[in-house]
């Protein structure tokens, strides 16, 4: 809550001197007004501000350097490994709603105010109000789009065995999920995608590269009614690429979901963290 205060508060600064900017440029009739001063509330406060609410809403995460980004798989009774999701479907609709609202309040009063005022106006006002519009459109079908999904489904749940990827052997997988209502669901994709990050040092600036490395898609066929009392759910196994390696980097894991449905789509992923003993043994390394 703190982080989201200290946001909160640095976006109400950004907008205050964005308004000091464009309150002390001239008024005459005559002239070409400057956008720049608006561009402060639009580049600067208002995504600090929808960052604050994302994190208000839990559609955004921080996370703090005594915890791990991804936590690994649990192992649940029936001996598969619970990978959780990266963010909960409904928290990221309503982090995209409360964006938009931020966005669309900043935007409306820096454009009525900038071409309401005498004078003409400059080009990169009209190619900032082009981008607004183009990304309240986005936000508006995210917040639609979620809306229509999530009174119909719930959140997927992905388990997997054994509990982390290795490279050139097969990894099983297992996708459930509940339904709200009565639908059609066609099918599930699950993709497996493995990312590799290289840090390098090279005078004296440390620079790091992510790039993707491999990809594994399977789908699993369900053309099939679901209801509340019968959930989905699909199991299957994913050849995972023997080029997927760490050579000189780090790798990381991760499973896109798709349920293809009538209708717009429910997608997610889900990041595999690495095993706990990993981390026990650099600790002891670093230790001894």
Do not use: C
């Amino acid at each position: 809550m703190t982080l989201t205060r200290v946001l909160a508060g640095l976006a109400l600064l950004a907008a205050a001197i964005g308004g000091a900017l464009v309150a002390a440029q001239p008024r005459g009739p005559v002239g070409e007004r400057s956008f720049k001063p608006y561009l402060i509330v639009l580049l600067v406060a208002a995504p600090l501000g929808a960052l604050a609410a994302g994190l208000a809403t839990g559609g955004v995460r921080h996370v703090r350097s005594s915890e791990r980004e991804n936590p690994a798989p649990v192992e649940d009774e029936s001996g598969w490994f619970v990978v959780p999701p990266f963010r909960a479907y409904r928290a990221l609709r309503n982090a995209a709603a409360a964006a938009l609202a931020v966005f669309t309040l900043a935007g409306g009063i820096a454009f009525v105010d900038h071409f309401g005022r005498p004078g003409s106006s400059d080009a990169t006002a009209v190619l900032a109000l082009l981008a607004w519009m183009a990304l309240l459109a986005r936000l508006a079908w995210a917040v639609v789009k979620r809306t229509w999904v999530g009174r119909r489904l719930e959140d997927g749940r992905l388990a997997i065995r054994p509990s982390y990827p290795v490279a050139g052997g097969t990894l099983q997988v297992r996708f459930d999920q509940a339904v709200r209502t009565d639908l059609w669901v066609r099918a599930v994709d699950l993709t497996l995608v493995v990312e590799r990050l290289t840090v390098r040092t090279a005078h004296g600036r440390t620079r790091t590269r992510k790039a993707e490395i491999a990809r594994r898609r399977l789908r699993l066929t369900v053309d099939a009614r679901m209801w509340p009392t019968a959930p989905l759910h699909v199991e299957g196994a994913l050849e995972v690429p023997a080029e997927a390696t760490a050579d000189g980097g780090f790798l990381f894991w991760r499973i896109d979901a798709r349920t293809r449905m009538s209708g717009p789509d429910y997608v997610t992923r889900f990041p595999i963290g690495g095993p706990d003993d990993e981390d026990d043994e650099s600790e002891d390394e670093t230790d001894s």
